[in-house]
């Protein structure tokens, strides 16, 4: 079997909670894996399941034909790898990077690996650690298809599903963005929704079902207003931007009663009045999106 066919080896370069996670699941799949940390002793419970520390990242990336990094940022994963012994070491091989940024900081990465005779695609990871090596765990891909075709052997043992979503790089990272403006705006609402509740005597436990009810609203929510989106329609029938913008004034107001901060809302709030101010008060409340995309 030559070097780059090998499908029995993997390289693992950076053991925070996901790199571990990462890294474990290559393991229990029967993958020999060489491990790799910028700070030493993150791998003592890896090296425990068998696998291989490595003294150094370049030495790390000359073990297996495809390694994944998966380190805070592109910052860091540019520490680690556009270092002349590492980069050298890297030529021919595939790079696999899990770590989370910017489509831009995606793409760039993949012009240096194209300058450097590196095989290069991004990835993005959806779902928590638990999540790794279940069927539950949610991971894009974007570059070459050919090149993630080639490692999903050995991908696949990250578990759940793994969606190539096109050869531009930075389209992973593109839906990694878009995808945690959902989850941070939500999270800031709950927590915001705590605050409020609290004030007023309510436990987090006691709203803790109807807020369960309103997250289970949204999925179809969200496919009816994207059908809206794609198609400009925005229909407001059921409920109008301007009956929306009367339900934001009460969460506001009732905030600023307990002397809780606003401006999370302020802001929803005087997006959704603009729409009104700009003519579309008969629209539902997602031509937001389409007046925010105006500069
Ligand atoms: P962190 O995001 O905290 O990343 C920790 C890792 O980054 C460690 O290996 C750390 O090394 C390394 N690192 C930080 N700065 C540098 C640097 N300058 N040079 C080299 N290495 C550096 O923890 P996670 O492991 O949880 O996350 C890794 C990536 O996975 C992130 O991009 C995150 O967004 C993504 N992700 C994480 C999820 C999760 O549930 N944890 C879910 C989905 C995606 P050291 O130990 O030396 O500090």
Same mark, same amino acid.
């Given at each position: 079997?030559?070097?780059?066919?090998?499908?029995?080896?993997?390289?693992?370069?950076?053991?925070?909670?996901?790199?571990?996670? @990462?890294?474990?699941?290559?393991?229990?799949?029967?993958?020999?894996?060489?491990?790799?940390?910028? #700070?030493?002793?993150? =791998?003592? =419970?890896?090296?425990?399941?068998?696998?291989?520390?490595?003294?150094?990242? %370049?030495?790390?990336?000359?073990?297996?034909?495809?390694?994944?990094?998966?380190?805070?940022?592109? =910052?860091?994963?540019?520490?680690? /790898?556009?270092?002349?012994?590492?980069?050298?070491?890297?030529?021919?091989?595939?790079?696999?990077?899990?770590?989370?940024?910017?489509? %831009?900081?995606?793409?760039?990465?993949? %012009?240096?690996?194209?300058?450097?005779?590196?095989?290069? /695609?991004?990835?993005?990871?959806? #779902?928590? #650690?638990?999540?790794?090596?279940?069927?539950?765990?949610?991971?894009?891909?974007?570059?070459?298809?050919?090149?993630?075709?080639?490692?999903?052997?050995?991908?696949?043992? @990250?578990?759940?599903?793994?969606?190539?979503?096109?050869?531009?790089?930075?389209?992973?990272?593109? +839906? $990694?963005?878009?995808? /945690?403006?959902? +989850?941070?705006?939500?999270?800031?609402?709950?927590?915001?929704?705590?605050?409020?509740?609290?004030?007023?005597?309510?436990?987090?436990?006691?709203?803790?079902? +109807?807020?369960?009810?309103?997250?289970?609203?949204?999925?179809?929510?969200?496919?009816?207003?994207?059908?809206?989106?794609?198609?400009?329609?925005?229909?407001?029938?059921?409920?109008?931007?301007?009956?929306?913008?009367?339900?934001?004034?009460?969460?506001?107001?009732?905030?600023? $009663?307990?002397?809780? $901060?606003?401006?999370?809302?302020?802001?929803?709030?005087?997006?959704?009045?603009?729409?009104?101010?700009?003519?579309?008060?008969?629209?539902?409340?997602?031509?937001?999106? %389409?007046?925010?995309?105006?500069?």
């Amino acid at each position: 079997m030559s070097e780059h066919t090998d499908q029995s080896s993997v390289t693992v370069l950076g053991l925070g909670p996901m790199g571990r996670a @990462l890294a474990g699941a290559f393991l229990d799949a029967g993958l020999r894996t060489t491990v790799w940390n910028r #700070t030493p002793g993150r =791998d003592g =419970d890896l090296i425990a399941r068998g696998a291989v520390p490595a003294p150094s990242a %370049e030495a790390a990336v000359a073990a297996a034909p495809l390694s994944v990094v998966c380190v805070v940022n592109y =910052d860091a994963s540019d520490a680690v /790898l556009r270092r002349d012994a590492v980069t050298a070491a890297l030529k021919g091989r595939t790079v696999v990077n899990l770590s989370a940024d910017t489509p %831009e900081r995606a793409r760039d990465t993949g %012009e240096w690996a194209a300058r450097h005779g590196i095989r290069y /695609l991004d990835g993005a990871i959806m #779902t928590p #650690t638990p999540a790794i090596g279940t069927d539950d765990a949610v991971f894009l891909f974007s570059g070459p298809e050919k090149l993630h075709r080639e490692h999903r052997p050995v991908l696949a043992a @990250l578990g759940g599903g793994h969606t190539h979503l096109g050869e531009d790089i930075g389209r992973a990272a593109a +839906f $990694d963005i878009a995808l /945690l403006d959902v +989850f941070w705006t939500s999270m800031a609402g709950y927590a915001h929704a705590l605050a409020v509740a609290r004030a007023e005597g309510v436990t987090a436990t006691e709203l803790t079902p +109807f807020a369960q009810g309103i997250a289970a609203i949204l999925p179809p929510l969200f496919a009816q207003f994207a059908a809206d989106a794609d198609a400009g329609t925005y229909s407001g029938e059921v409920n109008p931007i301007t009956s929306a913008v009367s339900t934001m004034s009460h969460v506001v107001h009732a905030s600023e $009663d307990h002397g809780i $901060d606003a401006s999370v809302m302020r802001v929803i709030e005087g997006q959704a009045r603009r729409v009104v101010a700009l003519g579309h008060g008969t629209d539902g409340y997602i031509r937001v999106a %389409e007046v925010l995309a105006r500069h």
